[in-house]
C-alpha cells in the first residue's frame, strides 16, 4: 500500500456553449426556481436525475461528454437554457434594495443549514427555518453572508428494524460532488495545546455566501478531524469544540474573507462564543479594554433562541470551559472567573456556563420565534433579569415563516400565477383537481418508495407487494411528520386504538394517516413512540391505510406538505416554540389541525375557523395524563365531527365547496403572513437596521460613546447599593374616577449618584383579589430636586379606570444612550 496519497479534482469538461451549466449547478437558487430544475431534468434524464439526489452538481458529472456534444447543438436545450440563464443573471444582478441602504453586511450564524436535502447538513426544523432565512434574504435582496459547518457525516439516515426500532446509519458526505465550492482559505482556532483547522467552502444561496467551516483536512490530527463529523453528535466535549470553532472560528472565518459584518446575528446559542471573539478582535484593533469592547460589539447582535425549555440551552461544567478557554481569558484582559459570570446566572444552573446567558448579555437584541415563544422565553430568562416584571424581560418575538417557493407545487403555484397570486380569485374546480392530483402523486410515491425499502432490506415478497396498495388517493389524508421527541406527543391518536380503528375504517368517511420523522439517537423515549406508531400500522385492520415513512427528509417533507389535506400537529403546550411544517401545507392548499401552541395560537386566535382547527383551547393543564386524554379526544370529535364530514361533502360536480372555501382563507390569510419574506423583512427592520446603527453610534469618535457608557455603567454598579426608597407619600385609600391624587416618594441616591442617573417610576395597574397586579406599566416621576441630602420626585396615579388598582415606586439606572434594562439589569423596589 502507498504511504503517501496525493488527492487532485476533475471537472466535467462543457461545450462552451453550455458553459452557464455550472454556474446554474452550483448555485442553490435551483432548490427554490422550478425552470431551473426543470433544466437539468432535461439534462441528466429522470432516472439519472433521481440517481442523482436531484443535485445538479453531482449531475454535471454524470452526464456523458457525448449528451453534453450533442445537446450544445440542440435548439430545443439551447433555448431552454438561455431562458434559464436570462431570469438567473436578471435575479442575481438586480439593483440594491433601497430599503437596506446604510445596513452593511450581516452575518448569520447557525449550526445547520436545510437547504436541499442533496446538502445534508441538517437535522431538522431548526436548519430548514435558517436555509429559508438565507433564500429569503436573497429573495428581497438583502446583503447577508452566513456561517456554518461542513459536516462529513451530517445528521443519520433512519431505518426500521423488524421491530419498528430506529436505526442510524451515517453514510459520509462526498464534498466534491455537493453543490459546493472550495474558496481556498482557511483558518486556525486555539484549542488546549494545538492549533485546530479548518478549510472553508462556500455554498451559493442566490444572492447569498454561506460558509462552510471543514475540520476533515491533514493539517488536524484525527480527533480534531472529527469536530465536524456529526450534527449533534458525540459527547459535552465534542460540543464545546464545534461551538468553539463554529463561534470563534467563523469570526476568523470573516475576517479570513475580508468581510467585516456590521451585524451578526446568532440562530441559537451554539455560536455565541463569537461574542468573545469579536471582542478580541476589537481589542486588537483599538486598544479598547473588554467592557468597552463587549458594550461596542454587543450593540450589534441579535440573539434568537428557538428552544421552549431551558434544558435545551447549552450548559457547559467549570472544569470544561477552564481547559478551552483557561488561555483565552487573558487574551481579553480579563480573569477566568469574569469570562464564567459572562455565562453564568445564579438562579440557572449555579457555576455552570450557560451559552443562552453568554448570548443575552452580549446582545442587546434578543427574539423568541412566535408571540407565544416569546412569553416563554421571557419566563426562562427571567433569572437573568429576576427583580424585573416578566413582561419587562428584554425578549421580543420575530414569528417564523416558511420560504414558500421552496415547498409550493409546480402546478399550485402555476395556478396562483394565472390568478394574479389571490387564491380568493382561483378557481373551485381547479384548486380541488390539483389537490387531488397532489394526492394521488402522494400516495404513487409512497407506494414506490415502500417498495424500494423493502425490497432493500430484504422484506418478504408479500410484504414487497403489500407496498403498491398502501394509502388510497380518493381517501382525506392526515400527515403528521416532525422530530420525534416526546413532547410532541406523536402517538396522541392512538390513546383509543378502536376509535382510530373506526376513522379509518368509516363507510362512507374513511381517513388515512400518513407518520414520519426521526427520533435524536439518544432520545429512546422519541425512538418508543416511533416503535408504537409502526407497530400499529402493522394491524391488518389499518394496514396499509396508517403508514410510516421512514428517513424523513426535505424531498419527502415536499411530498407531504403538498399531498396531504389536513397537517395534524399536537405537541404539548407550551413546548412548540414555533413549528413551520403546518405552515408549508398552507399554500398547497391543505388545512391545519393544531393545539394552540407556537405559530398556530396566533394564527387562529387571528383568524379562528375559517382557516383551520384547534385541539382544546389553549388550556394549561397540571396533570400531563389528563391533558393528553382531553387532547386525544378533541381530535377524535374534529376528525368525526367536523374534519371527514366537510371533506366528504361534495356537490353534484364532485367539489366540496365548504372545504374549498376554508382552503382559499387559509391560503389568503395564512400565506403571506407565514413567510419567510416578511420574517426576515421583519428582521431587518426590527433589529437589523437599528442594530447597525448603534453599532455605528458607539464607534464614532474613536468609541466616545462607549467609554462614556461603560464609565457610566460602572460608576452606577459601584453607586447602587446606596440606593434606596426612604419615604412614599400616597393618597387617600378610595379615589373617584378623574380625581386628580399626587404621589411623592422621597429617594436617596447617595453621594455620587444624581437624578439624572436615574429615573423614578410610579409603576401602576389594576390587581387581583390576591392583590397581584394583573397588568402594569411604569410611569415616570418628576423630579422636584433635592431636600436635605434626599431627592423628591412627584407624579399622579391613574384614576381613569374603576375597580381595585395598586402602585409601587421604583428606581432604574437611566440614561439616555443606553438600552435599559438590557445592558443594565439594576432595579431598587419600594
Given at each position: 500500500?502507498?504511504?503517501?496519497?496525493h488527492?487532485?479534482?476533475v471537472?466535467?469538461r462543457?461545450?462552451?456553449?453550455?458553459?452557464?451549466?455550472?454556474?446554474?449547478?452550483?448555485?442553490?437558487r435551483?432548490?427554490w426556481?422550478?425552470?431551473t430544475?426543470a433544466?437539468?431534468?432535461?439534462?441528466?434524464?429522470?432516472?439519472?436525475?433521481?440517481?442523482?439526489e436531484h443535485?445538479?452538481?453531482?449531475?454535471?458529472?454524470?452526464?456523458?461528454?457525448?449528451?453534453?456534444?450533442?445537446l450544445?447543438?440542440?435548439?430545443?436545450?439551447?433555448a431552454?437554457?438561455d431562458?434559464?440563464?436570462?431570469?438567473?443573471?436578471?435575479?442575481?444582478?438586480a439593483?440594491?434594495?433601497?430599503r437596506?441602504?446604510?445596513?452593511?453586511?450581516?452575518a448569520?450564524f447557525?449550526?445547520?443549514?436545510?437547504l436541499?436535502?442533496?446538502?445534508?447538513?441538517?437535522?431538522?426544523g431548526l436548519?430548514?427555518?435558517?436555509?429559508?432565512?438565507?433564500k429569503?434574504?436573497s429573495?428581497?435582496?438583502?446583503?447577508l453572508?452566513?456561517?456554518g459547518?461542513l459536516?462529513q457525516?451530517?445528521?443519520?439516515?433512519?431505518?426500521?428494524?423488524?421491530?419498528?426500532?430506529?436505526?442510524?446509519?451515517?453514510?459520509?458526505?462526498?464534498?466534491?460532488?455537493?453543490?459546493?465550492?472550495?474558496?481556498?482559505?482557511k483558518?486556525?482556532?486555539?484549542?488546549?495545546?494545538?492549533l485546530?483547522h479548518a478549510?472553508?467552502?462556500?455554498?451559493q444561496?442566490?444572492r447569498?455566501?454561506?460558509?462552510?467551516?471543514?475540520?476533515?483536512?491533514?493539517?488536524n490530527?484525527?480527533?480534531?478531524?472529527?469536530?465536524?463529523?456529526?450534527?449533534?453528535g458525540?459527547?459535552?466535549e465534542?460540543?464545546?469544540?464545534q461551538?468553539l470553532?463554529?463561534?470563534i472560528?467563523?469570526?476568523?472565518?470573516?475576517?479570513?474573507?475580508?468581510?467585516t459584518?456590521?451585524v451578526c446575528?446568532?440562530n441559537?446559542?451554539?455560536?455565541?462564543?463569537?461574542?468573545?471573539?469579536?471582542?478580541?478582535?476589537?481589542?486588537?484593533?483599538?486598544?479598547l479594554?473588554f467592557?468597552?469592547?463587549t458594550?461596542a460589539t454587543?450593540a450589534?447582535?441579535l440573539?434568537?433562541?428557538?428552544?421552549p425549555?431551558?434544558a435545551?440551552?447549552?450548559?457547559?461544567?467549570g472544569e470544561?470551559?477552564?481547559?478551552?478557554?483557561?488561555?483565552?481569558?487573558p487574551?481579553?484582559?480579563?480573569?477566568?472567573?469574569?469570562?464564567?459570570?459572562?455565562?453564568?446566572?445564579?438562579l440557572?444552573?449555579?457555576?455552570k456556563f450557560?451559552?443562552?446567558v453568554?448570548?443575552?448579555?452580549h446582545?442587546?437584541?434578543?427574539?423568541?420565534?412566535?408571540?407565544?415563544?416569546?412569553?416563554?422565553?421571557?419566563e426562562?430568562?427571567?433569572?437573568?433579569?429576576?427583580?424585573?416584571?416578566?413582561?419587562?424581560?428584554?425578549i421580543?418575538?420575530?414569528?417564523?415563516?416558511i420560504?414558500?417557493p421552496?415547498?409550493l407545487?409546480?402546478?399550485m403555484g402555476?395556478?396562483?400565477?394565472?390568478?394574479?397570486?389571490?387564491?380568493l380569485?382561483?378557481?373551485?374546480?381547479?384548486?380541488?383537481?390539483i389537490k387531488?392530483?397532489?394526492?394521488?402523486?402522494?400516495?404513487?410515491?409512497?407506494?414506490?418508495?415502500?417498495?424500494?425499502r423493502?425490497?432493500?432490506?430484504?422484506?418478504?415478497?408479500?410484504e414487497v407487494d403489500?407496498?403498491?396498495?398502501?394509502l388510497?388517493?380518493?381517501?382525506?389524508?392526515?400527515?403528521?411528520a416532525?422530530?420525534f421527541?416526546t413532547?410532541?406527543r406523536?402517538d396522541?391518536l392512538?390513546?383509543e386504538?378502536?376509535?382510530?380503528?373506526?376513522?379509518?375504517?368509516?363507510?362512507?368517511?374513511?381517513?388515512?394517516?400518513?407518520?414520519?420523522?426521526?427520533?435524536?439517537?439518544?432520545d429512546d423515549?422519541g425512538?418508543?413512540?416511533?416503535?408504537?406508531?409502526?407497530?400499529f400500522?402493522?394491524?391488518?385492520?389499518?394496514?396499509?391505510?396508517?403508514?410510516f415513512l421512514?428517513?424523513y427528509?426535505?424531498?419527502m417533507?415536499?411530498?407531504l406538505?403538498?399531498?396531504v389535506d389536513v397537517?395534524l400537529?399536537?405537541?404539548?403546550?407550551p413546548?412548540?416554540a414555533?413549528?413551520?411544517s403546518?405552515?408549508?401545507v398552507?399554500?398547497?392548499g391543505?388545512?391545519?389541525c393544531?393545539?394552540?401552541?407556537?405559530?398556530?395560537?396566533?394564527?387562529?386566535a387571528?383568524n379562528?375557523?375559517s382557516v383551520?382547527?384547534?385541539?382544546?383551547?389553549?388550556e394549561?393543564?397540571?396533570?400531563?395524563?389528563y391533558?393528553?386524554?382531553?387532547?386525544?379526544?378533541s381530535i377524535?370529535?374534529?376528525?368525526?365531527?367536523?374534519i371527514?364530514?366537510?371533506?366528504y361533502?361534495?356537490?353534484?360536480?364532485?367539489v366540496?365547496r365548504?372545504?374549498?372555501?376554508?382552503?382559499?382563507?387559509?391560503?389568503h390569510?395564512?400565506?403571506?403572513?407565514y413567510?419567510?419574506?416578511?420574517?426576515?423583512?421583519?428582521?431587518?427592520?426590527?433589529?437589523?437596521?437599528?442594530a447597525?446603527?448603534?453599532?455605528?453610534?458607539l464607534?464614532?469618535?474613536?468609541?466616545?460613546?462607549?467609554r462614556?457608557?461603560?464609565?457610566?455603567k460602572l460608576?452606577?454598579?459601584?453607586?447602587?447599593?446606596?440606593?434606596?426608597i426612604?419615604?412614599v407619600?400616597?393618597?387617600?385609600?378610595?379615589?373617584?374616577?378623574?380625581?386628580q391624587a399626587q404621589?411623592?416618594?422621597?429617594?436617596?441616591?447617595?453621594?455620587?449618584?444624581?437624578?439624572?442617573?436615574?429615573?423614578?417610576?410610579l409603576y401602576?395597574?389594576p390587581?387581583?383579589?390576591?392583590?397581584?397586579?394583573?397588568?402594569?406599566?411604569?410611569?415616570?416621576?418628576?423630579?422636584?430636586?433635592r431636600?436635605?441630602?434626599?431627592?423628591v420626585?412627584?407624579g399622579?396615579?391613574?384614576t381613569?379606570?374603576?375597580?381595585?388598582?395598586g402602585?409601587?415606586?421604583r428606581?432604574?439606572?437611566?440614561?439616555p444612550?443606553?438600552?435599559?434594562?438590557?445592558?443594565?439589569?439594576?432595579?431598587?423596589?419600594?
Open positions: 500500500m502507498p504511504r503517501t496519497l488527492t487532485y479534482t471537472t466535467p462543457l461545450p462552451e456553449r453550455l458553459a452557464p451549466l455550472r454556474e446554474l449547478a452550483y448555485n442553490l435551483w432548490a426556481h422550478p425552470d430544475r433544466l437539468f431534468v432535461t439534462l441528466a434524464g429522470e432516472p439519472l436525475w433521481k440517481e442523482c443535485n445538479p452538481a453531482k449531475v454535471l458529472g454524470r452526464v456523458s461528454q457525448a449528451t453534453y456534444d450533442a450544445s447543438q440542440s435548439p430545443e436545450f439551447l431552454q437554457l431562458a434559464v440563464w436570462a431570469d438567473f443573471s436578471a435575479y442575481k444582478n439593483p440594491a434594495d433601497p437596506w441602504e446604510g445596513l452593511g453586511t450581516v448569520y447557525s449550526a445547520e443549514f436545510g436541499t436535502e442533496s446538502l445534508p447538513i441538517y437535522s431538522g436548519g430548514v427555518l435558517a436555509g429559508d432565512h438565507l429569503a434574504a429573495d428581497i435582496n438583502l446583503p453572508v452566513a456561517i459547518f459536516y457525516n451530517g445528521y443519520f439516515r433512519q431505518s426500521l428494524n423488524a421491530d419498528g426500532w430506529q436505526v442510524e446509519h451515517y453514510p459520509a458526505n462526498d464534498f466534491y460532488t455537493l453543490p459546493i465550492e472550495p474558496t481556498g482559505k483558518i486556525a482556532v486555539q484549542f488546549p495545546g494545538r485546530v478549510a472553508i467552502w462556500k455554498a444561496v442566490g447569498i455566501p454561506l460558509y462552510l467551516l471543514d475540520t476533515n483536512i491533514p493539517e490530527a484525527d480527533a480534531d478531524r472529527h469536530i465536524a463529523g456529526n450534527l449533534y458525540g459527547d459535552q465534542t460540543r464545546i469544540q461551538e470553532v463554529l463561534g472560528g467563523g469570526v476568523q472565518a470573516l475576517t479570513e474573507l475580508g468581510i459584518p456590521t446575528h446568532m441559537e446559542g451554539h455560536s455565541a462564543f463569537l461574542a468573545l471573539e469579536r471582542a478580541r478582535q476589537l481589542q486588537l484593533k483599538t486598544g479594554p467592557a468597552e469592547a458594550n454587543a450589534a447582535h440573539f434568537t433562541t428557538h428552544t425549555v431551558p435545551g440551552f447549552d450548559i457547559f461544567p470544561l470551559m477552564w481547559k478551552y478557554f483557561g488561555e483565552f481569558a487574551k481579553l484582559g480579563i480573569s477566568f472567573d469574569e469570562l464564567l459570570d459572562r455565562g453564568r446566572a445564579p440557572m444552573e449555579p457555576g450557560n451559552m443562552a453568554l448570548a443575552f448579555r446582545a442587546r437584541y434578543i427574539n423568541g420565534v412566535s408571540k407565544l415563544h416569546g412569553h416563554v422565553s421571557r426562562m430568562a427571567h433569572p437573568v433579569w429576576s427583580e424585573f416584571p416578566l413582561d419587562e424581560v428584554p421580543g418575538s420575530v414569528t417564523n415563516g420560504h414558500t421552496s415547498f407545487s409546480r402546478q402555476e395556478l396562483l400565477e394565472a390568478h394574479d397570486n389571490d387564491p380569485q382561483l378557481p373551485d374546480e381547479a384548486l380541488w383537481n387531488n392530483e397532489r394526492r394521488a402523486t402522494l400516495v404513487k410515491w409512497a407506494r414506490t418508495y415502500q417498495r424500494k423493502a425490497e432493500r432490506r430484504g422484506a418478504s415478497d408479500s403489500e407496498a403498491d396498495n398502501i388510497n388517493p380518493d381517501v382525506l389524508t392526515i400527515g403528521f416532525r422530530r421527541a413532547y410532541k406523536g396522541l392512538l390513546r386504538i378502536d376509535r382510530v380503528r373506526h376513522l379509518v375504517n368509516h363507510a362512507d368517511r374513511p381517513i388515512q394517516f400518513v407518520f414520519a420523522g426521526k427520533a435524536h439517537p439518544r423515549g425512538k418508543e413512540l416511533i416503535r408504537r406508531i409502526v407497530q400500522s402493522r394491524d391488518p385492520s389499518v394496514k396499509g391505510k396508517v403508514v421512514e428517513d427528509d426535505m424531498a417533507a415536499r411530498r406538505v403538498q399531498g397537517w400537529n399536537n405537541p404539548r403546550r413546548y412548540e414555533s413549528g413551520t403546518g405552515m408549508k398552507v399554500m398547497n391543505g388545512l391545519n393544531s393545539i394552540l401552541d407556537g405559530w398556530w395560537a396566533e394564527a387562529y387571528d379562528g375557523s383551520g382547527w384547534a385541539i382544546g383551547q389553549g394549561d393543564y397540571d396533570d400531563p395524563g391533558q393528553d386524554h382531553v387532547e386525544a379526544q377524535y370529535h374534529l376528525l368525526e365531527n367536523e371527514a364530514p366537510l371533506f361533502a361534495r356537490d353534484e360536480h364532485g366540496p365548504g372545504w374549498v372555501a376554508k382552503m382559499k382563507q387559509s391560503m390569510l395564512l400565506g403571506p403572513v413567510d419567510t419574506r416578511r420574517m426576515v423583512t421583519e428582521y431587518a427592520q426590527t433589529y437589523y437596521l437599528p447597525a446603527q448603534r453599532a455605528a453610534h464607534a464614532a469618535s474613536d468609541y466616545a460613546l462607549t462614556e457608557l461603560v464609565a457610566w460608576k452606577v454598579r459601584e453607586q447602587w447599593s446606596q440606593v434606596r426612604e419615604a407619600t400616597s393618597p387617600s385609600d378610595h379615589l373617584e374616577a378623574g380625581q404621589v411623592r416618594a422621597v429617594v436617596w441616591l447617595g453621594d455620587v449618584l444624581t437624578s439624572g442617573d436615574v429615573q423614578v417610576q401602576t395597574g390587581v387581583d383579589t390576591d392583590r397581584n397586579f394583573v397588568h402594569a406599566a411604569g410611569v415616570p416621576l418628576t423630579c422636584e430636586g431636600d436635605g441630602g434626599a431627592w420626585y412627584t399622579t396615579l391613574p381613569n379606570h374603576s375597580g381595585q388598582q402602585f409601587s415606586v428606581v432604574l439606572p437611566h440614561h444612550e443606553a438600552i435599559l434594562p438590557q445592558e443594565l439589569p439594576l432595579i431598587v423596589w419600594e
